[in-house]
């Protein structure tokens, strides 16, 4: 049994209240990302890299030296700042900027840093921890020793989970667990997990849901939102805590090891975990009165068929919505059990409802949020998530590979889609449309991804995922030229397009709604995106797509009424671009996720020039109109791109590239 707590002090309290004001932030990203963008900003050009904040921190670093009352005053006072600074960094997205903060504190507060001792110590080690800066966390401490922090042997348990050394994390994390804190025997959990000791992991998870028994609500994606302090736990789940979130657990890890872009990590903590699972419906099943709800609640439901749960994850974003799709698809082509899949979508938890409807005669959908409490933990039997399957040899595949192989497939069999929008939704829309001043007679749909939506715009590491709309505005002129409008989707984060002939900001109007995203969408003549959740969305629809400025760590299970180009990775140490061959293939794809690490291996995105942009978009106009065609079999370009991507062949699904594009940069199919 662990030891009592240990006693309250400043130091404890302080590192608290960083850990309190990070979660804060970050729960509420969205909403305050413009006020914490701004402050962190402010914390730059005032605190960090402004002159008058060095004079100020040279000045604190000779009253330290003295060991003069005030300097021990302003030391506590400055080290606080600082890792405050880094929470609202963080809350900002803005990864490199937090680590800069505490690499000032580290560079003022070394000797403690070293003593792994003091309020800036805690913060140096917490806020390295909270950026997955776990290779620098295990060079500063590479080996098991005594530590008196809390804060600091829970950062270091998790960096050397997370980097594979597992007896130095036990080691770590058992001295966070001595305290009785829930999350460090979480922690110390998922590391006999890692190390396939089911029996002690199961001890770890079992003690911390005695500590908070609502921290048993199942866990299946980051995406799904899941909130324990409204939850009550069945007496089943919290008998078996332990054995089940084993999966919890696993799926978790995973999950973070896809974010910091190690792909067998991934993948081989996804198949433990479906491999957990399996056994997990060896023992136990869905309890036949749930079943009978299920049933009662569909008009689909085939009670010879088995239940597959889909959970509130799959609804929490347009493009999840769009996964359901592929994953019908998958289901339909024999690669997915046939079954009832069962989608647990809360009306609270939906992000667009008409667009989910579509989906009504295909899955069956739980809205009472009773019967959704009631299924939630038996994904852990049943479950279906959107990052792997089932693999071979201990390693999942991607599920995103696996829906890209159906979306071949699909084509290569001339399938349509699967929902089609309904003719009065798509009347109303048309009327609204035109009452909205587009009175073309077609329109193209765009969105270019800006980041303000998920806080990964400028200054984070994920910004290689967003646009300059600047780029865009010849592509613009190129469709309005011919006689369309354009019609720019979105959200209100974005930068306004004001002044423009023949374009309707509508991501800025009073008719944004629902039904108008869905039948924007439907409508459009061509959607021009990118390697957005938008897309995934669209191309569920059918509609025609050029998508620009593409990068991803995933496969795109695009259809084959796409064409793409993609952002190239430039090598710094080299002096060229990389190939399609060497992009897109492991190791190396998986580390596109996040620009930090990227860097560090002396790379660099670089978005597509406005002159890409606009050539493609007249390319696909062509296509459009019948007066240009895409590539053919028979042509030497597209046998190259083929070559190039042999090793990778389902990367970009059924789509293909634009003529133009490659032909620029030929390097890429080198």
């Not at 400043?10 to 850990?19: C, D, E, G, I, K």
């Not at 997990?193 to 992991?201: E, K, S, T, Y």
Request: charged residues 20%; aromatic residues 8%; positive net charge.
């Amino acid at each position: 049994m662990p030891a009592p707590r240990s006693r309250w002090s400043p130091r404890s309290w302080l590192t608290a209240s960083a850990f309190r004001l990070y979660t804060f932030l970050s729960a509420r990203r969205r909403q305050l990302l413009p006020l914490t963008t701004r402050a962190a900003t402010i914390l730059d050009t005032r605190l960090i890299i402004a002159p008058a904040g060095a004079g100020l921190l040279r000045w604190l670093d000779r009253q330290l030296e003295r060991g003069t009352f005030i300097g021990t005053l302003l030391a506590r006072l400055t080290s606080t700042t600082l890792a405050a600074a880094a929470q609202v960094h963080l809350a900002a997205s803005r990864k490199p900027s937090a680590l800069r903060a505490v690499r000032i504190l580290n560079l003022i507060f070394r000797s403690n840093v070293r003593a792994r001792a003091g309020v800036g110590a805690q913060a140096y080690f917490t806020t390295l921890a909270l950026c997955s800066a776990y290779d620098r966390i295990t060079r500063e401490v590479p080996r098991p020793e005594a530590v008196d922090s809390f804060a600091i042997n829970f950062a270091v348990g998790v960096a050397h989970m997370y980097r594979g050394n597992l007896p130095v994390a036990a080691h770590f994390l058992t001295a966070a667990a001595a305290s009785g804190d829930g999350n460090a025997l979480r922690k110390l959990g998922a590391v006999h997990a890692l190390a396939g000791d089911h029996v002690r992991a199961a001890a770890c998870f079992k003690a911390s849901v005695e500590r908070d028994p609502r921290s048993v609500m199942v866990h299946q994606n980051y995406a799904g939102g899941y909130d324990p302090s409204t939850y009550t736990p069945s007496a089943w789940e919290l008998e078996n805590a332990g054995e089940l979130l084993i999966y919890d657990n696993l799926i978790q890890l995973g999950e973070n090891f896809y974010h910091q872009g190690r792909y067998d990590d991934t993948f081989r903590s996804y198949q433990a975990a479906l491999d957990h699972q399996d056994a997990l419906a060896r023992k136990w099943s869905i309890p036949q009165p749930l079943i009978q709800r299920i049933a009662a609640a569909s008009r689909i439901f085939d009670p010879t068929l088995p239940v597959r749960l889909l959970g509130y994850e799959w609804v929490t974003l347009i493009g999840h919505i769009g996964f359901i799709d592929c994953h019908l698809r998958m289901a339909a082509l024999g690669m997915l059990p046939r079954a009832n899949y069962v989608l647990l979508a809360p009306q609270s938890k939906v992000v667009n409802q008409p667009f989910l409807r579509l989906f009504d005669p295909h899955v069956t959908i739980i809205e009472d949020p009773a019967l959704v409490d009631d299924l939630l933990p038996y994904q852990r039997l049943v479950g279906d998530q959107f990052i792997a399957v089932r693999g071979k040899d201990g390693l999942a595949e991607p599920w995103a590979h696996a829906a890209s192989r159906a979306q071949v497939a699909w084509a290569e069999q001339q399938r349509g889609p699967i929902v089609t929008v309904p003719a009065e939704l798509m009347e109303q829309g048309a009327a609204r449309l035109r009452a909205a001043g587009v009175t073309a007679d077609w329109f193209v749909a765009i969105h270019i991804r800006e980041g303000g939506y998920h806080g990964d715009g400028p200054g984070t590491t994920r910004q290689h995922r967003s646009a300059n709309v600047g780029d865009y505005l010849d592509a613009i002129a190129a469709v309005t030229a011919r006689g369309g409008a354009v019609v720019r989707l979105g959200d209100r984060s974005m930068t306004p397009l004001r002044g423009m002939a023949g374009v309707f900001d509508y991501a800025h109007s009073d008719i944004k709604s629902a039904e108008m995203d869905l039948y924007l969408c439907a409508a459009a003549r061509l959607f021009i995106g990118t390697t957005s959740g938008l897309t995934t969305a669209v191309q569920a629809l059918g509609t025609p797509m050029l998508l620009v400025n593409c990068i991803s760590n995933d496969c795109q299970f695009w259809h084959e009424r796409t064409d793409f180009t993609v952002r190239p990775v430039y090598d710094r140490r080299a002096r060229r671009y990389l190939s399609l061959r060497e992009t897109y293939r492991q190791p190396l794809q998986a580390l596109l996720i996040d620009t930090a690490v990227l860097a560090r291996h002396g790379l660099e995105i670089h978005a597509n020039t406005a002159q890409d942009i606009t050539a493609a978009v007249r390319y696909k106009l062509d296509c459009l109109d019948g007066v240009g065609r895409p590539l053919r079999d028979d042509e030497p370009l597209l046998a190259r791109y083929r070559r190039a991507l042999s090793s990778n062949a389902y990367n970009f699904g059924a789509s293909l590239p634009v003529p133009a594009f490659l032909n620029r940069l030929p390097e890429l199919l080198d």
